[in-house]
T-cell receptor
């Protein structure tokens, strides 16, 4: 398996634009997590899904953030409209009950 | 919810010395504690984990200990090498209703191994 695949690896966008981050989890994993990493806050859990159903979105900072998982092999995290303070590295991770495996992350810069 | 504290935030050691990173957690029901290593520009990678029914686990130069009573766990790296330099994260897995669970991470420790 190629592991958790995220795209794009880097995204630079202007303030106010919509940004969509994508994740393909490891096949057979039933849980998917979206994390945001910044120097100030470290790794923050934004939302996680179990069997494609959102379980806990209490970490989503604002209504500008939304996430979907239409099927077991794909998830998106959308920010609309984006703001400079959203600049961070966004990680997707998938899990099979025990170990969680991370993707390489998407570095988002909002200017 | 679960809260994980990690110390120190930075750690500098000489090559060959040992390094110890400590974490505490708040939810006594947490039952799985992984450690991740993150190198520059990469995602965190699982390096070792321990479950609540075990007190210690070792894998070559790295070991993890768990004290459930005190709710703390530690990562020990012996005979450190420059390639051990990275950010290390501890995490605790807690239940979130039914069969759902989530991982809560510490803030990370930047380990620098000086040649």
């Amino acid at each position: 398996d190629a592991g958790v695949i995220q795209s794009p690896r880097h995204e630079v966008t202007e303030m106010g634009q919509e940004v969509t981050l994508r994740c393909k989890p490891i096949s057979g994993h039933n849980s998917l997590f979206w994390y945001r990493q910044t120097m100030m806050r470290g790794l923050e859990l934004l939302i996680y899904f179990n069997n494609n159903v959102p379980i806990d979105d209490s970490g989503m900072p604002e209504d500008r953030f939304s996430a979907k998982m239409p099927n077991a092999s794909f998830s998106t995290l959308k920010i609309q409209p984006s703001e400079p303070r959203d600049s961070a590295v966004y990680f997707c991770a998938s899990s099979n009950i025990a170990e969680a495996f991370f993707g390489q992350g998407t570095r988002l810069t909002v200017v | 919810g679960e809260n994980v504290e990690q110390h120190p935030s930075t750690l500098s050691v000489q090559e060959g010395d040992s390094a110890v990173i400590k974490c505490t957690y708040s939810d006594s029901a947490s039952n799985y504690f992984p450690w991740y290593k993150q190198e520059l520009g990469k995602g965190p990678q699982l390096i070792i984990d321990i479950r609540s029914n075990v007190g210690e686990k070792k894998d070559q130069r790295i070991a993890v200990t768990l004290n459930k009573t005190a709710k703390h766990f530690s990562l020990h790296i012996t005979e450190t090498q420059p390639e051990d330099s990275a950010v290390y994260f501890c995490a605790a897995r807690s239940q979130s209703g039914g069969s759902n669970y989530k991982l809560t991470f510490g803030k990370g420790t930047l380990l620098t191994v000086n040649p």
